[in-house]
């Protein structure tokens, strides 16, 4: 399948609107289906409902169980249950679960994570409510390229980057992990290039 990547350092409306300009040029808009796999993050959600209506927004999976985890707690009896309730795509039987989970907690700190993952969950109810469409869905291949392209780079020990370094940077990255690197110089050594005189 073909994989285009798209990258950038601005902030996450620009962001939003230069990749509705890259969906449309693959035809994203016309496509039968489509599916949004997120970590749950506020703005992609908003992206997604804004321009991609149509989409079946799935929550990834890796960040579901980390959640579920953190805000339980390892040992908690009702974590195998919770990620029972998780695969099976049944989120409201799963708030409920959480919801009497938080009620029997004593730790102040581990109230405060349940209840925190209760939130998280009742806002991506649907991302996990379709999982019964497609299970186990996962962001890993976008974790991944974000640490291609920009993580191996740009965050090496003793590095530092300025926006504007940083965005040119990303640049040059997309051209050659997109197989763009020589379509593109050709296209600007052809841009530059003078025409001689004729001769007198």
Request: net charge positive; aromatic share 10%; proline share 3%.
């Amino acid at each position: 399948m073909e994989r285009t990547l798209y990258a950038g350092i601005e902030n996450s409306a620009v962001f939003g609107e230069r990749l509705v300009t890259q969906l449309q040029a693959r035809g994203v808009f016309h496509a039968r289906q489509v599916f949004l796999v997120a970590d749950g993050a506020e703005w992609i959600k908003n992206f997604g409902d804004r321009y991609l209506p149509h989409a079946i927004y799935l929550l990834d999976w890796y960040h579901l169980v980390d959640n579920l985890r953190y805000g339980l707690g390892h040992q908690h009896p009702r974590l195998v249950r919770a990620l029972e309730l998780a695969r099976g795509g049944r989120a409201y039987d799963l708030i409920q679960l959480l919801a009497r989970a938080a009620r029997s907690l004593q730790d102040l700190d581990q109230i405060h994570r349940c209840q925190k993952l209760l939130e998280y969950v009742r806002a991506n109810r649907v991302g996990i409510t379709n999982y019964r469409r497609v299970p186990f869905a996962s962001s890993g291949p976008m974790e991944k390229a974000i640490d291609i392209l920009a993580s191996r780079r740009l965050k090496s020990r003793g590095m530092s980057w300025r926006r504007r370094g940083a965005h040119h940077m990303i640049r040059l990255r997309l051209l050659r992990l997109n197989n763009r690197w020589d379509e593109f110089w050709n296209q600007r050594r052809q841009a530059q290039r003078r025409e001689w005189p004729p001769a007198a």
